[in-house]
């Protein structure tokens, strides 16, 4: 198995999920190889509950990383389950069109580019 998919399987087992129970886990692989992992973190108040993909994103800037590659998102359901929104249009601010791989609870992945699930980003260009 690919190490970014198992590094997000592997954070998916720390997610504090408790009011959901829908555990995520969430790995970022740099231009240079570097994983940073993140799992969701949820609060009583929903507003202040934090998603896998932010974590993990958050995580590698807060490290000194810039340019990524790809992410990979891991959930514990039976079918492979994209990003939110506010995690889509985070991780095209921070790492643009990059790949993003889906993984079920049963191993399954599907990958795309962060552009067919956003297909009309918020950036720069929106502004001028």
């Known amino acids: 198995m690919d190490p970014l998919t198992q590094a997000a399987i592997g ?9 959901s129970n829908f555990h995520v886990g969430a790995a970022l692989e ?15 108040s929903y507003g202040l ?4 993909e932010r974590v993990a994103a958050f995580h590698a800037v807060s490290q000194g990383a810039r340019i990524f590659k790809r992410i990979a998102v891991a959930t514990g359901v039976a079918k492979p389950a994209p990003p939110c929104g506010a995690c889509r249009q985070v991780i095209w601010d921070l790492c643009g069109d990059i790949d993003v791989i889906l993984v079920s609870a049963n191993g399954t992945t599907e990958t795309f580019r962060l552009s067919q699930l956003l297909p009309r980003p918020f950036d720069d260009h929106s502004m001028a």
């Open 11 to 19: 954070a998916r087992a720390h997610a504090h999920a408790p009011y």
């Open 30 to 44: 740099t231009d240079d190889g570097r994983i940073f992992t993140g799992c969701n973190v949820e609060s009583a």
């Open 49 to 52: 509950t934090m998603c896998a």
